[in-house]
């Protein structure tokens, strides 16, 4: 089996309930406050036995975050995938139908061996990895998620692009049958993404293929998408089937859709605010407060060098 | 029970009643866990729902009273359009306080700087004098003529209402422009209202007056 599973993960691996966000603790204090002690304490006292998301990576990567990790019931419930609807809770409820297997992504533009791959024979000769990221929205909330992948920049090297490629492109499956939101033209499917070939090599960029262990659920992207901590979510496109080499910056879905909203980079930046909201600050999903958002969404130490001398706000 | 003993007894205890229903499942599912896992938000976009659902209801008093010719309809409009300003008010709230945790130095440059909000905020304002004068005594007050003219507020709180929310979403518009097209309706209706009377005594004029001076012309 290529996708390691839940199930095989040892006992010794399993971390304490206490390490995950529990939203439920400021519910009951809110509860608390409001007077409902009882009731709240009741309530409490029902969802705590909730059967816990047990995981562990295997060991610590020199990327990962210490931060605790959101549930898998959160992660997996609460969605951008507008392919399968707007609302947060589409994605979960409308993505039943689809199937990503069998699957096969087509390697085009300027590369040695342009052609169309089993998505297992494309991802066989890399090792598995977990890395537990922030993900931030560029709706100002923000998770911490455990992926399984493997570096992009791996599989480039693997492809061998020629020296004409300076852009990566990516591009998401059309199959409005079994994606609902498809059959709507709010935006321009199939949905688009890219990165420059240097952020495309970074050992941050991944390709990722599950998350707590497991593979991914159809609604955060199987079964193959990309994800770039340091920028926002939606740079993170899902369910890819096309990944394509090209000599200018390729065209984006939503900088399509609103050009003075979401730029090409998309670095997470709280000194550039989305023109309808703020990016200063976040809400972590399950906490009441919001944080400082950082710059580079925290990965500056790793990422700030390729943006050296460039202008930020223009280049949002 | 004589019809108004009824209307006021029972029917508007009930009304009131429901129109408690929207935030008291919002209450038990926000303490039962059962809204999403962002439930701040989910508490920002039902009151704000239920603000705007709440302005089209109290528009719809109205013409529901004209077209089914039941007079106590209108005994429900200050119940309902008080409730709105009641939601309206909560999903204020919910900004000024999960969304800013009552950070003036926030939220003052917030409202305008960011059009939606500039919108939001108006709509909710221009709520603030109709609520003020809902009373009976200040409506006897004010007399009728008066009061209807301040009280047609709410049909730019609709407006302003629908705005706020078109340019708040993000990419997908069907859902604030179906608000829009009933409010277009409701405020159409309103509009033909006034203008049929005025549109039928002019076709009256031009009918009664084109014959006498044709005749006139005729006569001498
Ligand atoms: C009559 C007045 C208002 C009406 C009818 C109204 C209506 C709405 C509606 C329908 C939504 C969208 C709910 C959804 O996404 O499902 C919304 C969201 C929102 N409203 Fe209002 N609103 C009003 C006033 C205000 C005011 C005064 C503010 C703040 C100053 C405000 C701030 C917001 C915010 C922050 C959101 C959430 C935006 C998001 O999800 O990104 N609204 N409102």
Not at chain 1, 108 to 125: M, Q, R, S
Not at chain 2, 104 to 110: G, H, M, Q, T, V
Request: charged share 25%; proline share 7%; with cysteine.
């Amino acid at each position: 089996m290529l996708i390691k599973r839940a199930d095989d993960l040892k006992p010794s691996e399993i971390t304490p309930e206490s390490l995950y966000y529990n939203r439920r603790e400021w519910i009951r204090m809110a509860s608390a406050a409001l007077g409902g002690m009882a009731f709240g304490s009741l309530v409490w006292q029902d969802t705590i036995s909730a059967p816990c998301q047990e995981y562990k990576p295997k060991a610590k990567g020199p990327y990962d975050t210490d931060e605790k990790l959101n549930s898998y019931k959160d992660i997996t419930t609460y969605n951008n995938y507008y392919e399968f609807g707007t609302d947060k809770s589409d994605p979960a409820e409308n993505s039943g139908p689809f199937k990503p297997k069998p699957w096969t992504v087509a390697v085009e533009g300027h590369v040695k061996k342009p052609a169309t791959y089993n998505l297992e024979d494309l991802i066989k000769p890399f090792k598995l990895e977990d890395r537990i990221y922030r993900m931030r929205c560029v709706e100002a909330w923000s998770m911490v998620i455990p992926w399984l992948g493997f570096p992009l920049g791996d599989l480039i090297k693997r492809l061998e692009p020629t020296s004409k490629a300076k852009y990566v492109a990516f591009e998401t499956v059309f199959r409005p049958e079994q994606m609902v939101g498809q059959r709507r033209p709010y935006l321009r499917w199939p949905y688009v993404e890219g990165l420059r070939m240097d952020e495309a090599m970074s050992p941050l960029t991944l390709m990722a293929t599950g998350l707590y262990g497991k593979e991914l659920p159809n609604q955060n992207g199987a079964p193959l998408r990309l994800v770039v901590p340091w920028k926002y979510g939606y740079k993170g496109i899902k369910s890819i089937v096309k990944i394509k080499f090209v000599d200018n910056e390729p065209p984006t879905t939503w900088n399509i859709a609103a050009p003075d909203e979401y730029g090409f980079y998309s670095n997470v930046n709280p000194e550039v605010d989305h023109p309808r909201w703020s990016q200063k600050t976040e809400r972590r999903i399950g906490e009441f407060r919001k944080r400082p958002t950082l710059m580079f969404n925290g990965y500056a130490e790793h990422v700030a060098g390729m943006y050296a001398g460039m202008d930020m706000k223009k280049n949002y | 029970m004589t019809q108004t003993v009824f209307v006021r007894k029972i029917l508007k205890p009930v009304v009131f009643l429901l129109c408690l229903l929207p935030i008291s499942l919002l209450a038990y599912d926000f303490f039962t866990d059962n809204l999403s896992a962002n439930p701040l938000d989910d508490i920002t976009d039902t009151t704000g729902t239920w603000t705007l659902r709440f302005i089209v209801i109290t528009l719809c008093v109205t013409p529901v009273r004209r077209l089914t010719k039941w007079a106590p309809a209108g005994k429900f409009r200050r119940l309902l359009g008080l409730y709105a300003f009641f939601y309206g008010s909560l999903h204020f709230m919910t900004y000024l306080y999960f969304d800013k945790f009552f950070e003036w130095e926030e939220i003052l440059p917030d409202i305008p700087k960011r059009p939606f909000i500039t919108v939001g905020f108006a709509s909710l304002v221009l709520m603030i004098p109709l609520a003020l004068t809902s009373t009976d005594r200040i409506t006897k007050w004010m007399g009728g003529k008066k009061w209807n003219a301040l009280h047609r507020l709410i049909y730019v709180t609709a407006i302003g209402g629908v705005i706020h929310y078109l340019w708040l979403v993000k990419a997908d518009t069907s859902r604030p422009l179906t608000y829009g097209a009933i409010v277009a309706v409701l405020l159409g209706y309103r509009l033909w209202v006034y203008l049929a009377p005025k549109i039928a005594s002019l076709r009256m004029k031009q009918k009664s007056v084109s014959p006498q001076t044709e005749r006139g012309q005729l006569a001498p």
